[in-house]
């Protein structure tokens, strides 16, 4: 069975700087997606970023990056140049096939 | 660019009703999942469909019943209602269309509450 693991409840960041949110997954499968998911106050599911396990680059989408260590079964995510709209919950997400499983999530806040 | 469509948007039952949520894809997009959303957790996959078969089944009790549509809709049904069945409930769509593109893109979901 495949589990993900966000092991930061809750993180703040001061505007302006980096943050790093933390995820593991554990499966057997070779071939599978991992995802970061946005959640704002709103409850909207917003796409960040995301890798395809056989893509050895990490994904980057403007301000935020992903660091993919596939033996280690580790995502992580950093923010760059953190706003205040970036405050939001932040799942993981790891998919195969047609299942989708997320982590607990992650509450970032952002602070001015 | 068009997204996902859910209707309603907030629903209000009681114990033991039925409740029907809808959910319209991006067009073009035929595989859809429905995510249950509980208070302060993480969304749980209940059940899928690609080119209107059942294609994967996850935590959907026997209550809840979902089919898709030829114009690729969905629907989920919801009877005997209990007050545990309050959440959030997402739909989400994503172009298959036979290859591995596992993108699923959100809905802005159905609140509902069972009281």
């Known amino acids: 069975a495949q589990t993900v693991t966000q092991s930061q409840p809750e993180m703040s960041v001061q505007e302006a700087e980096t943050v790093t949110l933390s995820c593991t997954y554990d499966t057997s499968e070779s071939n599978y997606y991992l995802f970061w998911y946005k959640q704002p106050p709103s409850r909207q599911m917003i796409l960040v970023i995301r890798?395809?396990?056989?893509?050895?680059q990490n994904a980057t989408e403007n301000r935020f990056s992903v660091n993919f260590q596939k033996a280690a079964k580790s995502f992580s995510l950093k923010i760059s140049d953190s706003q205040l709209g970036d405050t939001a919950m932040y799942f993981c997400?790891?998919?195969?096939?047609?299942?989708?499983?997320f982590g607990a999530g992650t509450r970032l806040t952002v602070k001015p | 660019a068009a997204g996902v469509i859910q209707s309603p948007r907030h629903l209000i039952k009681e114990k033991r009703e039925t409740a029907t949520l809808k959910c319209y894809p991006i067009p073009r997009h035929d595989t859809v999942y429905w995510y249950q959303q509980g208070p302060g957790q993480d969304p749980q996959f209940l059940i899928s469909?690609?080119?209107?078969?059942?294609?994967d089944k996850g935590s959907i009790p026997d209550r809840f019943s979902a089919q898709q549509f030829s114009d690729y809709h969905s629907e989920l049904n919801m009877s005997s209602l209990e007050l545990g069945d309050s959440a959030l409930y997402f739909c989400?769509?994503?172009?298959?269309?036979?290859?591995?593109?596992?993108?699923?893109?959100f809905g802005p979901g159905t609140r509902l509450t069972v009281t």
């Open positions: 890798q395809e396990a056989y893509k050895q």
């Open positions: 469909f690609y080119e209107k078969m059942q294609s």
């Open positions: 989400a769509s994503s172009p298959n269309r036979g290859t591995a593109d596992y993108e699923q893109y």
């Open positions: 997400a790891f998919a195969v096939r047609n299942d989708m499983r």
